[in-house]
């Protein structure tokens, strides 16, 4: 006979019964060691379910009771271990209870799912939990930039465009950018988690199921806002699968480009930022290197997000339904670079108070090359009523005959000034040495920006304040989405409680 004894229960894929031959073992279906990482999802709604049809009365009470209290079983003995021995992967469940109870009890389980919704369920169960981790990680960073920032309002520094010198900044102006990006990252991974966070659970395949399934019960118990609102869709239709990738690719992109600021400004051509030791490593045959491996990473990790999201976006295309198996490589892809961005965002977070800055250098390279031109410029505009294409010409020529003969811009003189403004329109501009002064100084050309968004350390203290208010409501949203979740678990067990017995 094709019915297999439940002591030897394999699972529904059994030669004789659809299918003639057993499954080629190099074919990867429904193995438990694929899903190793979600198996605590995959239980969560194994338990939800059993509540909801005993509540429903959909099975016998006594078989819910019965599968429930072996579930918890399972716990005590250690749910990897136990699924793993039972093999199923995500029907791991299923082997285990029909092992132990029989078809006739364990055999119930699956009413009114599906692989469908099982692999949905914890892959929203996944990302959510994982988004839940990368926004309090970049919560962390946030909250590690802020002083830092703060301690640097007045440390100038070169502002580069082009890899030139453009204009002074200061560190703490720098800074003060990477807390308004990483607040529009915080924001994009709370968008995808609110659009993650909607239950697949009793969906099935497309259709959802003609039992009277509570959908509502099953959300509430795992965490969920809701239940999606239309089972083929949630199913079928895998954007927030793509939109986690397209979010956390931002995201390793940024941070990427913040690593390439600190590794050039690490070498010894610039000198002006130095690592801890730890995050550093050496070479085999140059004793005098130390390389800034933990921010390599996070470059590379740049591109592996990435490279991960186009392989999602090229699995996913194709007709409704078709993508099933293929989807395997996307998300395990996603778990690892959802992993490997935790792991860059609390690099950073260790890293960015304990780097030493070349504050003096810094502050002297920010005068040495001209990026405080724009101010001479502006100078003979306030000064002198002059249109300002034509200055930006005047001072183009100055800086020219600064370089050809030697000048630094400190040495630079009013006579000089006037010498390139007959060069260009044939009559000197005749600029005082004070105001020449002052706007070749970089500090000041810093502290005179203090419109909305400027350099001004007035201005960056502004806007730092209002980072920390913000940070402030983020980290309050996301510890009510993780109080939601716990309460849900909290709800979860009580409802097995009420059914079996504490």
Known sequence: M?????????????????????????IVSHRTDKVLAALYAVHAFDKAHLVMLTEEALIPRRDGVAMLRALRDMER????????????????????????LGEEVGGRIHLGRSSGDLNQTYQHTGQRDRLLEVMDEVNGLRSAVLPVAQAHLESIMPGYTHGQH????????????????LERDFERLLQAYRRVNVSPTGAAIMTGSNFRLNRERTA?????????SNALDVIHSHDRLLESF??????????????????????????MADFPDRFCGTSSIMMQKKNPYAFEFAKGQGANAVGEMVKAFIVE??????????????VEGLWRVFTDTVRDLRWFREILPEIRWNTELMRERAGRYWAQATDVAGALVAEKSLPWRTTHQIVGILVRLSYE??????????????????????????????????????ANFVASRTLIGGAAPGEVRRQLAESRA?????????????????????????????????
């Open 166 to 181: 453009g204009q002074p900044i200061s560190l703490g102006f720098y800074l003060a950018m990477w807390a308004a990006v």
């Open 470 to 502: 913000r940070l402030g409501v983020d980290e309050k949203e996301a510890a009510a989405a993780r109080q939601n979740i716990q309460q849900a678990a909290k709800k979860l067990e009580a409802a097995i409680d009420a059914l079996v017995g504490s």
């Open 405 to 442: 003969r030697g000048f630094t811009p400190a040495e630079t003189t009013p006579a000089l000034l006037d010498e390139a403004a007959i060069e260009y329109m044939g009559e000197p501009v005749g600029l005082s040495s004070e105001a020449l002064r002052r706007a070749l100084d970089p």
């Open 220 to 228: 509430e118990l795992l965490g969920f806002d809701r239940p999606a």
């Open 2 to 26: 094709p019915k297999q004894r439940s002591e030897e229960y394999r699972g529904f894929r059994t030669a004789g019964i659809r299918l003639t031959e057993e499954l080629l073992p190099t």
């Open 77 to 100: 003995d250690g749910i990897e271990q136990t699924r793993l021995k039972h093999g199923g992967g995500i029907h791991s469940a299923e082997n285990y209870l029909i092992h132990r």
């Open 317 to 330: 295309k194709g007709p409704t339904g078709w993508a099933i198996q293929d989807r395997t490589y996307a």
């Open 246 to 271: 397209c979010v956390l690719a931002i995201l390793n992109s940024d941070l990427g480009r913040w690593a390439e600021d600190l590794v050039t400004w690490s070498t010894s051509e610039f000198a």
